[in-house]
């Protein structure tokens, strides 16, 4: 793929007016200190802290507390000061959501998902590549192992402009197809990892609680 190299993804079964809003910007009514500091009172020195929680479940103050312990800490701090629905460890899961999301949206050409996903940049790029596929008469099947790692690497607020960098780790197999659906390139049978920074956007003043995609860099 010309673009960002290989993206793919599996569309979730819940439409997509609630889906980012419950999982890249849900509220804990909490300040990252109090969470720093619920994590320090709750949390043995050997015990580590986890990297995920079960959808529907607030997240766990020693959770949130290793997000602004890490090198991002400061640019979390800031973003939740300027929102106080902003919550770290949520964010992530929804960031994990998403990233399968649009994976599996980018290889059905399904345009109207990736409207709602992606900001106006990316969606261009990805809107070309589905275009050119589709005037060759070419399909791409993606299939979605998993998702090794998801990680906040950085986070910034210029202004009220919020952004979050994520480094993803995925396995999956993809191949594109001729309209005879013979193979051009790719392989079902092969997995293969994955490896990108995706930028996450949000302006922190808005009514509009969702965070876009605004940028895909291979690592």
Do not use: C
């Not at 900001?119 to 005037?135: K, L, N, Q």
């Not at 060759?136 to 210029?158: C, H, P, V």
């Not at 051009?184 to 509009?208: A, H, N």
Request: charged share 30%.
């Amino acid at each position: 793929m010309q673009i960002l190299q290989i993206l793919f993804f599996a569309a979730l079964a819940v439409f997509l007016g609630v889906r980012l809003y419950m999982t890249l910007g849900k509220s804990t009514g909490r300040t990252p200190e109090e969470h720093a500091r619920e994590a320090k009172q709750s949390k043995s020195p050997s015990e580590p802290a986890p990297v995920s929680q079960p959808a529907g479940q607030s997240a766990a103050p020693e959770a949130i507390a290793a997000h602004y312990a890490g090198p991002a800490g400061p640019g979390l701090t800031d973003i939740a000061e300027a929102d106080q629905s902003f919550d770290p460890e949520t964010f992530i899961q929804g960031a994990r959501q998403a990233y399968r999301m649009v994976v599996e949206a980018y290889a059905k050409g399904d345009r109207e998902t990736l409207s709602t996903l992606l900001g106006p940049r990316v969606y261009d790029a990805y809107d070309r590549a589905i275009s050119e596929r589709e005037e060759k008469g070419q399909t791409q099947i993606t299939e979605f192992e998993r998702l090794r790692e998801a990680r906040i690497d950085e986070a910034s607020l210029n202004d009220n402009r919020a952004r979050i960098k994520v480094a993803f780790a995925a396995e999956l197999a993809t191949e594109t197809r001729d309209a005879e659906g013979e193979r051009l390139s790719g392989d079902l049978s092969r997995l293969k990892t994955v490896s990108e920074v995706w930028s996450f956007e949000r302006d922190v003043t808005s009514s509009d609680p969702n965070w876009k995609l605004a940028g895909v860099k291979p690592v």
